[in-house]
């Protein structure tokens, strides 16, 4: 019986024996494999060759959050294409900056009133300047400047209307030039009356004088079309009233169809 028992206690024994030894055969194997399987399922890292300044190349970098939107600003995602400075509609694009297509039409109230003055002063309310003559014959061939009645009427601005005559046309330019020498020629502001020297250096009083802001020796530069080649028409004193346009810059996200 003891024979027996100790017969079946070794077979148990060496069946766990076995056991252990399968298994300590197998469990790294397949761990092994396992991990095979995970260094086989990753990509290859890609070589990223440098540029010739020894920097990674923009279009090999990441992009992130912020950028994917950068092409579209503001809360209605303006495009940069509508950021690009344009002209209105009502003026003709000179590459860098916009010149009104037609001269500026007088109010009733203003007829009359349109000397050096008002035209400067009123195109800069308007968001421009009174262009120089430099720049006015420069667009002569895009715009319609103001011509002559044997001019073109496609590619001059001339009178066609016999009811009040024909005449011919030029128009004012911001060139100033003076047709006497001295200060004076250019305008004086004059010498206030109640005006006082200095007691300290011991000046006298100045005698007072009256102004003369617009004087007829200071003279504002005239241009016409003269067939697009542009032309000087003659100066005219800065207090006479003369027909005028306004130049401009380009506006941001402005119309993006203009004349011409």
Partial sequence: MIERLNRSAGIAALFVALLALVLA??????????????????????????APNGKIAARLLPTVPRARVADALGPERVTAERLQGTCAPEAVDLGSWCLSAATYPLADDEVGKNDYLFATQKCVELGGWLPTAGQLIGAAQRVKLSSTIDDSRLTASIDLDPADGLKDRR??????????????????????????????????????????????????????????????????????????????????????????
């Fill in 25 to 50: 055969l197998t469990v790294p194997a397949g761990a092994q494999r396992g991990k095979a399987k995970k260094r086989t399922a990753k990509k290859p890292a890609p070589v990223v060759r440098l």
């Fill in 171 to 260: 128009e004012m330019s911001s060139t100033l030039i003076t047709t006497a020498a001295g200060s004076s020629a250019a305008g004086s502001m004059g010498v206030s009356d109640g005006a006082k020297g200095d007691p300290k250096t011991g000046e006298p009083d100045p005698v007072p004088l009256p102004a003369n802001p617009l004087p007829e020796t200071l003279q504002y530069v005239t241009v016409y079309d003269n067939r697009d080649k542009g032309g000087f028409a003659g100066a005219k004193a800065v207090s006479q009233p003369e027909a005028f346009r306004c130049a401009f810059g380009k506006v941001e996200g402005a119309a993006s169809t203009e004349i011409g």
